[in-house]
């Protein structure tokens, strides 16, 4: 696991999408997370649309069944799973900013609250799906974090992870010129390789039942980013304002990101997992 040299809380991570709040809407868009590519010729919107996509296809969900997204962002991926798929979702963020805004877009049968999830409050057994859009990565607590989804999730539901991950045996420049310092300007208490979840996960009673590393269909969302940053600081003064006098200036790991991506040094793994069933405990 790697961990960056100054210690990141729940509080740090809040602040983080609070202040830069304006900047990741311009930048990132609602959903404020990768795209997955499919066929290449995508807009990066359909992208967007299409990783969400996938992990309700990985979950296999449902109309009516009751769902949460851990880390829900701005909403979107909650809005769209339960426009398309009919189901119901509870959503946890820590950025009151972020809640405000989906509190102004309201959908029918979506419920956003503004929670750490390490102390969510829900009831065992209550929901039938769960996911975490790369949310994860910002969890002090990453085994109490899959703990907690077992403890949610109904016996047979399902948890679909899409996650930044590190390398398997990353060299050590790799760490420290390119994840240690991602890890501290994004304010990732720690990031986590593919077999730490996995155990992580399996200790936390699941079954892992899927991998996929999209990390090379996913990878073009950082160059649309650089692309989007550049813009609007060339355009828009409040962005400029914003950025160069923030405190947190995870502007500066875009180009880290998009060369992690191309050394390998960052992997994006999608996750399932399962809850044994009623007759499989």
């Known amino acids: 696991m790697i961990v960056p040299d100054i210690s990141q809380n729940a509080v740090a991570v809040a602040d983080h999408y609070d202040e830069l709040d304006p900047i990741y809407r311009k930048v990132w868009g609602d959903h404020v997370h990768h795209g997955l590519w499919v066929t290449g010729r995508e807009t990066s919107g359909e992208a967007v649309e299409a990783l969400v996509d996938t992990v309700g296809e990985r979950l296999g969900l449902r109309a009516g069944q009751a769902c949460v997204d851990i880390g829900c962002g701005y909403g979107s991926t909650a809005r769209r799973l339960a426009v398309t798929r009919g189901v119901r979702v509870t959503g946890f963020t820590l950025s009151a900013e972020q809640a405000h805004y989906a509190a102004g877009h309201p959908v029918p049968g979506v419920d956003i609250h503004v929670r750490d999830w390490l102390a969510n409050g829900l009831a065992a057994a209550s929901a039938e799906a769960a996911w975490a859009i790369e949310s994860s990565e910002h969890m002090v607590d990453k085994p109490r974090f899959f703990a907690e989804a077992h403890r949610v999730l109904a016996p047979g539901g399902r948890f679909v992870i899409c996650a930044w991950l590190a390398e398997t045996g990353a060299s050590g ?13 994004g304010r990732l208490p720690s990031l986590g390789t593919r077999e730490e979840y996995e155990a992580m996960a399996t200790a936390a009673g699941f079954t892992v039942t899927g991998y996929e590393d999209v990390s090379r269909r996913v990878a073009r969302t ?23 006098g923030a405190r947190n200036l995870f502007a500066l790991s875009i180009p880290r990101m998009i060369l992690a991506y191309r050394t390998g040094a960052m992997r994006y793994g999608i996750l399932t997992l399962s809850k044994a069933g009623e007759g499989e405990r």
Do not use: M, N, Q
């Open 173 to 185: 420049w790799k760490v420290r010129h390119l994840l240690e310092p991602i890890c501290r300007e």
């Open 222 to 244: 950082w160059s649309i980013c650089a692309g989007r940053l550049l813009k609007a600081l060339l355009t828009d003064r409040e962005i400029r304002r914003r950025a160069f």
